[in-house]
């Protein structure tokens, strides 16, 4: 008799490697080095440059990244499709994109992004060792972490040489970058990049949230359901304390 362990809940990362022209990619890397400018970083000490707290966070409505972007929005259909959305049934809207730029030592502390529902990162370079840094995606509640803090470490119980521990006991997943991979996951998931170890190249990728309401509901239509917010555009302002006319 043989005991067999059965995967449950798996966190479902997309993954579709887009084949860039190297020519288009080349000019992406410049555009977003120009963008960067003169900075080396963001405030916190060893961060990698991030354009979302830099005034960079919209750049689908950039000329530049108009084409990438519109792919990275079909993709996120295909996505939806493959969790099992039915077609019709919500809407999508990209609500942020920003570049992120790592020099040699600098990383991304762990994080997760609570203003949107499905994340994306395009890799504008990379070549899937990891050297650069690496997207760790972390499980917020290790589903087989029988005892609190066992997956820390530290003279533990769990043999980290063993297949079983990466596949059961694993604290969290590293992607390496690879130039036009392109991934998906959700917004909720906490994830982080690791320090970029080549001293010799920076590391770029495109980042992306996007969320999703329900469709925009015509007049004498069903009213949207209770678990998604109405189409942003049936949506009114509310007029704060200050505005004109209060």
Known sequence: MTMELQALFPLALGRVFLRLDPWDLALLMQEVLALRGDAGGNPE???AWTGDINGIWQLHSLV???AISAEVQRQAWIYLEQLGFQPGTVALHMQRSWPVVSEAGQVVGRHHHPNAHLSAVLYLNGDGSGR???L???SRHPSNELVPGLLVGHGGPIDPA???AQRWNAPWLDVAPQAGLLVF???STDHAV???EDEDDLRLSLAFDLALTAPWVGEGDPAPPEYLAPHPAQWSAVAGPGDPGQ
């Open 132 to 134: 650069s840094g690496c």
């Open 136 to 138: 760790r995606l972390f």
């Open 64 to 66: 530049t990244f108009a």
């Open 185 to 187: 996951f959700p917004a």
């Open 162 to 164: 063993a297949s079983a």
């Open 194 to 196: 690791t320090a970029n």
């Open 45 to 47: 000490p060893g961060c």
